[in-house]
Structure formats: structure tokens, C-alpha cells
């Protein structure tokens, strides 16, 4: 039946001209967007698990600067034990020196002194974004520093914060506290009447009396003693750091392997979409045509009544 209130072939062609442009512009968006799934209503189930995977990799990236903050900190502070060491090698040389009958002990001492600021120098200077693990109060209530190490998710939702502990009373040369100070450069020795440390020993005033070269000889005993705790703790600091090169390097692998998993989960696939959109073109001028066909049949109704 033809009919001049409803051309039921102009209405299917419009609709599906319509259908065709929807599917176009969807296209159309996925090419610009890269994305198959850039919301909701796209894919509910992708699109929220992409989502919670995006807000785990900027936690993970969060972690991977603190780690990194964490491994300059242990490598300023290993390189202040290292130099430390090197200083405290010079002063015990100057030590041997003046365990040399006659010598002028008090000129040695001149150079010791300046030695010993170079040390505590090392170690006021051995600080990186206001933490030094070489100096500080063994007095306070907590001597460990904690470092972000991880970000792990549960598979119910809950998450987790694995940390690095630095125990800072095998690393710390120098002790604030008021007292009795257990710094590894600055606790106390006594040889026979004489008080010292290794940042304040003077030998000036020492003779070549039996006893007093007693004393030089307690004093070397005491560097020797120094240099190997610093020794330890330079290794302790190293394996620290180490740990943290490793949890830093991990956490750069799992912020690309989601960035991977994200992709294909919500990417799109450009070579089939332009393939597509190709498709959709013909499909839409075919789509037009036929409804100007469509509509032209009413035209034909008009040579009835002629």
C-alpha cells in the first residue's frame, strides 16, 4: 500500500541511516580518544577495574620516589662513613707519628685538630632532604627511619605499606643526646687520667713519659676500634641501599606492566577501528541515498492523478 502519511521505506532508511551514524560517531570517538572504553557506560566492569588499576600505579609511583628519596638519603650518608673513614685513617697516621720519641707532639696535634673538623664537617654536611643518619639524639623516642617499600592490593580491595627500617644506632657517628653520648666518634675513652673522643683527643701536652705513650697507644687502639664500627656501618648502609635500588627497580617494572594490563583492557585497536570507520562511510552515503530514494516514491503517487 503507498501511502502520503507514512513511506514506511523512508522510515526504515532513516533509522537506519541513524544507526549507522551513532556506530560512526562511537568510531569516531575511539579514534580520538585511543580508547574503547574511556567511561562507564562503554564497559562498567573494564572501565572500574581500569580505573582502580590507574589510582595503584600513581601509589606505586608514589612509593618509587620515595624509595628514591630513600636510596640518595642512604648513599649521602654512606659516602659521609666513607669519607670518615678516610679522615680517621689520617688522624691514627698522625698518631703513629707521634708515638715517635722527640717528635713535636704539638705541632702534630695542629694537624689532628683540623682533621677533626674536617670530620665533624663530614657529618653535620652528610644530609639529604633534612634527614642525616650520621648524627642525632640515641635519646629520642624512636632511632629507626622508615622507608616506603611497597603498595600491594589484596584480592578483597584492602591494601597494604611494606616499609624499609634503618636502625639509625648502628649508623650514627655522632650523639646529640646530653650526657653520656654513644656516638661512634664521640664516646668517651679513658687511658689512665686522660678523657677523650676521637672529634676532641689531644696529644700537645703528651711527653715521651712511659704513660703518656701509654695514652697514644690507647688512642690508636680507639681509631682502630672507630674505623672498624664505621666500616661495618658503611656496609650495612650499602646493603640498605641496595635493597632499595631492588624495590625502586621493581617498582618502575609494575608501573609498566599495569600501564600494559590497562591498555589491554581499554585501548583501542586503531587498525580495526580505521577499518571500520571506513565501513561506516560507505555505509552512510548508501544509507543516504536510499532515503532520498526513499523519498522520491512519494513524487511517483502524483502521475496517478494526472
Do not use: C, H
Not at 624509595?67 to 679522615?87: F, N
Not at 708515638?99 to 694537624?111: H, N, Y
Amino acid at each position: 500500500m503507498s501511502s502520503l502519511n507514512t513511506n514506511v521505506a523512508a522510515m526504515t532508511a532513516l533509522q537506519t541511516l541513524r544507526n549507522t551514524n551513532s556506530e560512526m560517531l562511537q568510531t569516531q570517538n575511539r579514534i580520538s580518544t585511543g580508547l574503547r572504553v574511556a567511561n562507564a557506560s562503554d564497559n562498567a566492569a573494564y572501565w572500574s577495574i581500569a580505573t582502580t588499576m590507574r589510582g595503584d600505579k600513581s601509589s606505586i609511583s608514589a612509593v618509587s620516589d620515595a624509595l628514591g628519596l630513600g636510596s640518595a638519603t642512604a648513599e649521602i650518608a654512606s659516602k659521609g662513613i666513607e669519607t670518615a673513614i678516610d679522615i680517621a685513617g689520617k688522624i691514627k697516621d698522625k698518631l703513629l707519628a707521634a708515638r715517635t720519641p722527640g717528635i713535636d707532639r704539638s705541632k702534630i696535634q695542629s694537624e689532628i685538630t683540623e682533621l677533626q673538623e674536617s670530620l665533624k664537617a663530614v657529618v653535620d654536611g652528610a644530609s639529604f632532604n633534612g634527614q642525616n643518619w650520621l648524627t642525632g639524639d640515641s635519646s629520642a623516642a624512636t632511632t629507626t627511619r622508615s622507608i616506603v617499600s611497597s603498595f600491594t592490593r589484596g584480592s578483597d580491595g584492602s591494601i597494604s605499606i611494606g616499609t624499609i627500617s634503618v636502625d639509625l644506632d648502628n649508623t650514627r657517628l655522632v650523639d646529640t643526646a646530653s650526657g653520656s653520648a654513644s656516638g661512634l666518634l664521640n664516646t668517651e675513652a679513658t687511658s689512665g687520667s686522660t678523657t677523650y673522643t676521637v672529634l676532641d683527643l689531644d696529644i700537645s701536652a703528651l711527653t715521651d713519659d712511659t704513660d703518656d705513650l701509654g695514652v697514644i697507644d690507647d688512642m690508636l687502639s680507639t681509631l682502630d676500634t672507630a674505623i672498624g664500627s664505621m666500616t661495618d656501618a658503611a656496609s650495612s648502609l650499602g646493603a640498605i641501599k641496595t635493597r632499595i635500588d631492588i624495590q625502586k627497580d621493581f617498582a618502575d617494572a609494575m608501573k609498566a606492566a599495569i600501564d600494559k594490563g590497562v591498555g589491554q583492557l581499554v585501548d583501542a585497536d586503531m587498525n580495526e577501528e580505521s577499518t571500520r570507520l571506513q565501513a561506516l562511510q560507505v555505509r552512510q552515503q548508501l544509507g543516504i541515498q536510499a532515503l532520498s530514494i526513499a523519498n522520491q516514491q512519494a513524487q511517483s503517487i502524483l502521475s496517478l492523478f494526472r
